[in-house]
């Protein structure tokens, strides 16, 4: 099915099946965004309407894309042998327009969207590499497989990091009296709440920018948490009350998981990156590719009824 250009509710493109029904959203021009994933009859994907009618402000919602670093830099600063460069937190590429294109159904898969990106003056004056970034969203059974492919247009090694950050639409964030841990806590213990499942004993805490246990803070997705996790496999998002189980899938190097809560909005973030902020200066888990290269990564979002 070809891709429709739609006003309602907001000017987007849309890719529809047309046997399952699930439905992509996007909107290229900013920053490649994926602004709605409609599966199983589910609107899975927030997005803050009212946010993003205002181009001057950052995206609430969808899936923006965090390249070429994710997170911050100390300072914004990269210090790389070609000089000292500003980059902002996320990087450039969920600010920039990007090129759409159809994914056509192929090996027994479904279709969707594929987006590419590549640099310009303006991100060769914050990041001196030159590249061509290619996203591809492909509908599966009850699923989003999710490719990227990046690719050095360059004759000197490029190093980067590479994020997703989906919002998810969650019940249960604004429940009243969870304005507390000790609320939250005992919210979960009730049965109804959100549960992650999946994750590490031990996560970093970016709110205090230290390792913690992970259980206790996961009491707190109500009151706002900001984690990253190193899980062994999949990481699943159970919410009872909406009946669905959402289980992000990673597959190594793209194999951190980020999750971020932002109350009062009923939204979870469950972000794979490839790694920590600040890797480009610490090089922890930083990638690079060779001159005239390219590497490729994935993941795949499930969706299961409860």
């Known amino acids: 099915m070809p891709l429709l250009q739609r006003d309602t509710p907001y000017p987007h493109w849309q890719y529809e099946d047309p046997l399952s029904g699930d439905l992509l959203r996007v909107v290229p021009e900013r920053g490649g965004l994926l602004s709605g994933w409609r599966c199983s009859g589910h609107e899975l994907l927030y997005l803050d309407q009212a946010r993003f ?14 390249f070429p670093i994710c997170g911050n830099l100390p300072g914004d600063r990269l210090p790389l042998p070609q000089g000292d460069f500003e980059l902002k937190q996320h990087g450039f590429a969920r600010d920039l327009p990007w090129q759409l294109a159809p994914l056509e159904p192929a090996g027994g898969k479904g279709g969707g969207v594929e987006l590419s990106l590549t640099d310009t003056a303006a991100t060769l004056a914050a990041f001196p590499f030159r590249f061509h970034l290619q996203l591809a969203y492909r509908l599966e059974a009850a699923a989003l497989a999710i490719k990227v492919r990046i690719e050095n247009c360059g004759d000197e090694p490029m190093p980067y990091s590479f994020g997703l950050h989906p919002y998810f639409n969650v019940s249960g964030l604004q429940a009243p009296g969870l304005a507390t841990a000790e609320a939250a806590g005992e919210e ?16 970093f805490n970016h709110l205090t920018m230290a390792e913690e246990a992970t259980a206790p803070q996961l009491q707190r997705l109500a009151v706002g948490v900001d984690l990253l996790a190193a899980p062994a496999g999949a990481v699943r998002l159970l919410d009872p009350a909406a009946g669905l189980a959402l289980e992000l899938q990673p597959t190594p190097p793209f194999d951190l998981a980020v999750i971020w809560t932002e109350p009062p909005r009923s939204m979870l973030c469950l972000e794979p990156w490839t790694a920590p902020r600040g890797a480009l200066v610490s090089g922890d888990r930083r990638l690079v590719v060779p001159a005239g290269g390219v590497q490729r990564l994935q993941c795949r979002y499930a969706l299961r009824l409860l």
Not at 191 to 203: V, Y
């Open 188 to 203: 979960a213990a009730s049965g109804n709440a959100l549960r992650l499942e999946g994750l590490p004993e031990h996560c």
């Open 53 to 66: 009618a205002e181009p001057a402000l950052s995206v609430r919602g969808g899936i923006p894309v965090l």
